[in-house]
């Protein structure tokens, strides 16, 4: 399908699907790809292994070809006894560490790099906890694009490592995530470059839409009962529950199908979870934002709302975790199941250990538990012990 415009998510203005646009101009909230014409159809997806196999669901020109690395296409792994010592059905770990960039960002940023390309950007630029630059400096390279990101100094060091590796700009900021956004922005104002940033440009999200397409046709075009996804600033929930609407539309999946959306945060960065608590419609940004899960520490999601909504939506939850809670979960989904489990994927597990303990999920529900990202991207020599 290549027939799109693009839609404000809040006030519904229109743009133009070829237009350079970020967020609307008249209310400053995020804008999205929205299909028109004849629905895709599920046997015209491609032969081929990576993400773009659902090209036909994806924003692309006729002869487009997308700037990939061969990202998606990874792995669903049936943890049945981790499911059995934590009291669920089923339990499936979608891993997102193998992805060309070592984690989901690769997704979004191949959907974002490839649409800039053909609007002729003259360079990318990104603040980053530290996957997000990393995934933007590859993409970038791979399109012959330039990229500057900005990041957080306490980012992890084998993460910013890769970034000067794949040829970015790298500067480096005192404080967070939300600093790094304030200097990516002014940069973007100043230069023209395209901002990438979580929700302020339309195709991270198309990208991210793959998780969801994706984790579907793994089940057979079913959804679990709950997705348990570790959130900082909501782009891979948001992006699922944009496309599960569209393929209940389309008929891939039948009008009754969904899946209870579950969003894990450290306690020390837990903006989604005190507003889910508290009834609100949008979040009170965090003060002093603390975890060592890197790609949680964001103390402000810009779409907040948008993440609250899909909660509610879907009977969902928002569960905050603790740092020693976060790093045994770590440990110990790494060590029953081989998977190479980041602290954010540690926190999906705690938060789901949470949810059966208070009772929310149980012997009968299928869970998918989304590990976002590699745990090499966080060892040092001196983080390692014998």
Known sequence: MTDWLLQCSACEKEFSGTDLVDVCNDCGQPVFARYRGEAPRREDLLQRADMWRYSPAMPLLPGELPVSLGEGGTPL????????????????????????????KARGLSGAVTRGKALGVPGFTVPTAGNAGAALAAYAAAARIPARIFAPASTPSPILDTIRALG?????VDGHIGDAGAKARAFAAESGWLDVSTFREPYRTEGNRTLGLELAEQLGWRLPDAIIY?????????????VFSEMRDWGWLSPDATSRLVVAQAAGCAPLVQAFDAGEAKAKPWPNPTTHAAGLRVPAPFADRLVLAALR????????????????????????????????GGAGLAALEELVRRGELGRDSEVVLFNTGSGASYRTPQSVSA
């Open 77 to 104: 792994f049936d943890a049945s006894h981790l499911a059995d010592e934590i009291g669920v059905g089923r339990l499936w770990i979608k891993d997102e560490a193998v992805n060309p960039t070592a984690s989901f």
């Open 168 to 172: 970015a700009d790298l500067v480096t």
């Open 230 to 242: 570790p959130t900082g600033g909501g782009e891979g929930i948001i992006a699922m529950d944009k």
């Open 313 to 344: 939506e879907s009977n969902g939850a928002a569960v905050a975790v603790d740092e020693q809670v976060i790093r045994d979960a770590t440990y110990r989904l790494a060590s029953a199941t081989g998977i190479d489990a980041a602290p954010e």
